[in-house]
Nanobody, 129 residues
Framework: QVQLVESGGGLVQAGGSLRLSCAAS????????MGWFRQAPGKERECVAT????????YVADSVKGRFTISRDNAKNTVYLQMNSLKPEDMAVYYC??????????????????????WGQGTQVTVSS
């Protein structure tokens, strides 16, 4: 079992930056592909970025490409989402998720939320215009 705790959310002006962190419990973090998802009020949850368990492959949604970067530090059991040039439309609750990928290729990742096994509680990101 993995517990995920997000941090780093808050209120920022449009054009500003935030870095979200997701700390995972346990000693098997490197066996999970990780993802960041977000959900705004009245909208479906969407995948923002994912990273393979090795960290060698990443996916970033077109809506945030060039502004958001996902990374991970397996030694610290932490995955990050660096968010730059934030826009009001980025405002949402951001969730970290873990997908058990030990028996899959080290470069595997998925954007399908139903494939993820564990979820954090979410952190609110508010962007003022």
């Amino acid at each position: 079992q993995v517990q995920l705790v997000e941090s780093g959310g808050g209120l920022v002006q449009a054009g500003g930056s935030l870095r979200l962190s997701c700390a995972a419990s346990g000693r098997t973090f490197s066996r999970y592909a990780m993802g960041w998802f977000r959900q705004a009020p009245g909208k479906e949850r969407e995948c923002v970025a994912t990273i393979s368990r090795s960290g060698t492959r990443q996916y970033v949604a077109d809506s945030v490409k060039g502004r958001f970067t996902i990374s991970r530090d397996n030694a610290k059991n932490t995955v990050y989402l660096q968010m730059n040039s934030l826009k009001p439309e980025d405002m949402a609750v951001y969730y970290c998720a873990a997908d058990w990928a030990y028996y899959k290729d080290s470069a595997y990742y998925t954007v399908m939320d139903e494939e993820y096994d564990y979820w954090g509680q979410g952190t609110q990101v508010t962007v003022s215009s």
